[in-house]
């Protein structure tokens, strides 16, 4: 989780002042690229480290603008009102696209594998005894409890209650949908 803290009003102005550029005006001529980068690259990549605090990836960010600002206006920028402005904005814009797609990769969790079985669990079980233990992982985890402990482990049903901290009456209809469960998913042995 990105969290993202108000500015102390010093650093504040420091911003404002770095990203405040010349100003152009209807009769000025806009800045060719190549000088605008020149003038322009080191405070819009302080302004991308504050947003995303990676220089790298605010080095990247702030060349990838540059070159979306090329591809689409070219060497000469007459088309843009405010190229400073534009700039701003675009590096603001992905620099936020970067911390979205990084949010996202934290939160994304690959698939657990599935554990290799042990050489002796291959030996010692049959097809049937495979079976039926992917039956039981078909099941909540609440039925699976009750089924072990009822049919494995031998308990009564005041036992599994007293374990499972549930009532008599919750064991007895777990385990009843627990076992019509595992009647329909390996049929009727």
């Known amino acids: 989780m990105i969290f993202v803290l108000p500015m102390p009003t010093s650093l504040l102005r420091w911003t404002r002042r770095a990203l405040s550029g010349p100003v152009a005006t209807a009769a000025a001529a806009a800045p060719a690229i190549d000088d605008l980068f020149r003038e322009r690259r080191l405070p ?18 702030v060349q990838d603008v540059f070159a979306r600002l090329y591809r689409r206006h070219g060497a000469a920028l007459d088309a843009v009102d405010d190229p400073h402005a534009y700039l701003v904005s675009a590096v603001m814009n992905a620099a936020r696209s970067a911390l979205r797609r990084r949010r996202i990769a934290r939160a994304y969790l690959p698939p657990r594998p ?23 992982g078909r099941l909540t985890t609440r039925q699976r409890q009750v089924v072990v402990l009822r049919y494995w482990s031998g308990l009564s049903e005041r036992e ?7 009532t008599t009456g919750t064991v007895k209809s777990t385990a009843h949908r627990a076992l019509t469960l595992l009647r329909a998913q390996l049929g009727e042995r």
């Open 44 to 61: 819009l990549v302080r302004l991308a480290v504050l947003m995303v605090d990676d220089l790298p990836t605010a080095e990247d960010i």
């Open 160 to 166: 599994i209650a007293g374990t499972l901290r549930i």
């Open 114 to 136: 599935e554990p290799a079985p042990a050489a002796e669990e291959e030996a010692l079980l049959g097809a049937g005894d495979r079976e039926v233990i992917r039956a039981l």
